[in-house]
């Protein structure tokens, strides 16, 4: 007989869990642990087992995420129009959400099951029963009601969406968000001179002038002592790029860095840009078996166009991955064009999603999510000379 549990510490888990994560780190108990000692002060995390008579053979994270308009909108230079909109919106998605996946990185890290004791159909059947189970719950235990369900991220060739008529008959609508953006490893990019030789004239200028502009700069890993010494620092570092995106779930707690450090131990890496021994700049990495993902960054804003921080950061990521034989750079989303002009690819991703008001429209929350996450046009650059890819 199939049936789920759930769970709202890492430490009820069964003992099988970490052995059905071992392919993905951010399913992984280490990764877990670190986010529950320092979640966002606006995020309850659940934790979904489903069972096969006794035996484990799927997982999900789900998050309670209890969103208002400050926590949402912190850029408030904005003008009467905009922020007549913003207010519009978030008289709609204020509230609570239930969301199946991670939210603190792009890309598919909320479920699991083995195809080979489950269908999707049974797998996905169960979560909707716990979906139902929490929705119940978090209305009697704090009176709250949920306002919006979304399953959260998706690549175009991702199994998840052979099960339409599930979304369909559940109301979910799918949303085209922005891209993930990848770098894929070439074979022949055995160190970082190979990946810098493969750049067309125009870009490896580009690499050098940064480089010069970043020659008064020392970047270092930081170990375990040092992140929690510094915390405070490398919080207002994070905060100064995490408030200038606008838009925000979420915000770090301040021992967000320590304690992924302290969990993750070396699959954690933490490396900050010194300027005349003054951290200045940071930027973290999480080594998912072959695949190396690019996590949270931060900055001295006024620092950072004198001295290409951000792109450097990229390329120093890029170098990292090669060094270290990852097949994949995964650099998440957002500032696309510059992402691209290091050779990482945009690579489409969906999210479903409804709200529970029946009233509210889905084509109305489909529209918030655009302005939300908004499709943006940029061009994308090709940084690379033509025999290199």
């Given at each position: 007989m199939i049936h789920y549990n759930i769970y709202n510490t890492v430490n009820k888990l069964p003992n099988s869990w970490d052995a059905l994560a071992e392919h993905d780190i951010?399913?992984?108990?280490?990764?877990?642990?670190?986010?529950?000692?320092?979640?966002?002060?606006?995020?309850?995390?659940y934790y979904l087992g489903v069972f096969k008579a006794e035996k484990l053979v799927g997982i999900a994270i789900i998050k309670r995420v209890e969103m208002y308009a400050d926590d949402i909108f912190r850029n408030h230079k904005n003008s009467i129009i905009k922020q007549l909109a913003k207010q519009l919106v978030s008289k709609i998605?204020?509230?609570?959400?239930?969301i199946v996946g991670s939210l603190m990185h792009t890309g598919q890290h909320g479920i699991y099951f083995n195809a080979l004791e489950i269908s999707q159909s049974e797998?996905?059947?169960?979560?909707?029963?716990?979906?139902?189970?929490?929705?119940?719950?978090?209305?009697?235990?704090?009176?709250?009601?949920?306002?919006?369900?979304?399953?959260?991220?998706?690549f175009e060739n991702d199994a998840i969406h052979n099960s339409a008529e599930f979304f369909k008959t559940n109301n979910l609508y799918k949303v085209q968000v922005q891209p993930n953006m990848v770098l894929s490893v070439l074979d022949g990019w055995k160190t970082p001179e190979d990946y810098v030789l493969s750049f067309n004239k125009k870009y490896k200028r580009r690499y050098k002038t940064a480089r010069k502009k970043a020659s008064s700069l020392k970047c270092k890993a930081l170990n375990e002592a040092y992140i929690k010494a510094h915390?405070?620092?490398?919080?207002?570092?994070?905060?100064?790029?995490?408030?200038?995106?606008?838009?925000?779930?979420?915000?770090l707690h301040k021992s967000h860095f320590y304690n992924l450090k302290l969990s993750l131990g070396e699959k954690f890496k933490v490396f900050g840009f010194f300027l005349n021994e003054q951290l200045v700049g940071f930027y973290t990495l999480i080594l998912n078996n072959d695949i190396l993902e690019t996590y949270f960054l931060g900055y001295n804003k006024s620092l950072q166009r004198k001295h290409q921080m951000y792109l450097n950061m990229l390329y120093n990521m890029a170098f990292y991955g090669i060094e270290n034989s990852f097949k994949t750079i995964v650099y998440a989303r957002t500032a696309m064009e510059i992402k691209s002009s290091i050779g990482a690819k945009p690579k489409t991703m969906y999210?479903?999603?409804?709200?529970?008001?029946?009233?509210?429209?889905n084509t109305v929350l489909k529209c918030i999510v655009k302005y939300m996450n908004p499709i943006r046009k940029w061009e994308e650059r090709h940084p690379f000379k033509p025999d290199s890819t």
């Open positions: 951010f399913l992984n108990t280490a990764f877990l642990k670190g986010l529950e000692r320092s979640l966002p002060s606006n995020i309850t995390s998605i204020r509230g609570n959400a239930l797998f996905l059947n169960q979560l909707k029963k716990a979906l139902q189970h929490l929705r119940a719950k978090i209305k009697s235990d704090f009176n709250k009601k949920i306002r919006i369900i979304a399953f959260k991220d998706y915390s405070e620092t490398l919080f207002e570092l994070y905060e100064t790029v995490s408030d200038h995106a606008g838009v925000n779930s979420f915000k999210v479903y999603l409804k709200h529970t008001n029946s009233f509210i429209a």
